[in-house]
């Protein structure tokens, strides 16, 4: 009998330590979703997708479509190699801060990834104000980053935009932005334009 005991206090000593760790797992990355990027304190892609989840959930006929911007930075990397990570760093943050004041208020910029930038913008009437949108945050760029004193670097943005549909997802809009943003940069390559 006491044998069964130590073995049944054994088991719940070990399911209790099973979700204590468990919760400590959700926390941790609860805590993951909602800090934001160290470099820009803009949103990371977690938080860029809770956002975008609630902004389906409220487009509509009477709120607009919604637009997503996949913006990548062209020259960081050249930028990178030729002064080191500490410039390249302090041109993404400036470029952030460009994306952001370029921006509508209410729209969301994130930091997906090193050069990465998605826009999340709401009540879009059609393509055309998603291509306004694009256009306007690519002329932010026209002026070269002054990143460092001394050292100016001339950092193009290029944009791809996809619109939201019915069957839109978080993941599908920023999975089809990027593959535009991907065109743009293969087109702008092909003519040899670097604007």
Same mark, same amino acid.
């Given at each position: 009998m006491?044998?069964?005991?130590?073995?049944?206090?054994?088991d719940v000593l070990v399911q209790s330590a099973a979700v204590i760790a468990?919760?400590?797992?959700?926390?941790?990355r609860l805590r993951q979703r909602t800090v934001p990027d160290p470099l820009t304190g803009l949103p990371v892609r977690s938080l860029l997708i809770?956002?975008?989840?609630?902004?389906?959930?409220?487009?509509?006929p009477e709120s607009g479509r919604l637009a997503v911007l996949c913006c990548t930075l062209d020259?960081?990397?050249?930028?990178?190699?030729?002064?080191g990570p500490a410039v390249a760093d302090a041109a993404r943050a400036e470029a952030a801060g460009r994306l952001v004041a370029a921006v509508r208020q209410g729209d969301v910029v994130a930091r997906i990834s090193a050069?990465?930038?998605?826009?999340?913008?709401?009540g879009i009437g059609d393509a055309t *104000?998603?291509?306004?949108? /694009?256009? +306007?945050?690519?002329?932010?760029?026209d002026e070269p980053l002054q990143a460092v004193p001394g050292v100016r670097a001339l950092v193009r943005l290029s944009a791809g935009v996809a619109l939201s549909g019915r069957a839109s997802s978080p993941e599908s809009l920023?999975?089809?932005? *990027?593959?535009?943003?991907? /065109?743009? +940069?293969?087109?702008?390559?092909g003519t040899g334009r670097h604007g």
């Open positions: 006491d044998t069964i005991r130590v073995e049944e206090s054994q468990a919760q400590r797992q959700f926390a941790q809770d956002r975008l989840e609630l902004a389906l959930a409220a487009a509509g020259g960081i990397t050249a930028l990178e190699d030729q002064h050069q990465t930038f998605v826009l999340l913008c709401p *104000d998603a291509q306004r949108i /694009a256009e +306007r945050v690519s002329v932010a760029f920023i999975a089809a932005a *990027d593959e535009a943003m991907t /065109a743009v +940069r293969h087109e702008r390559q």
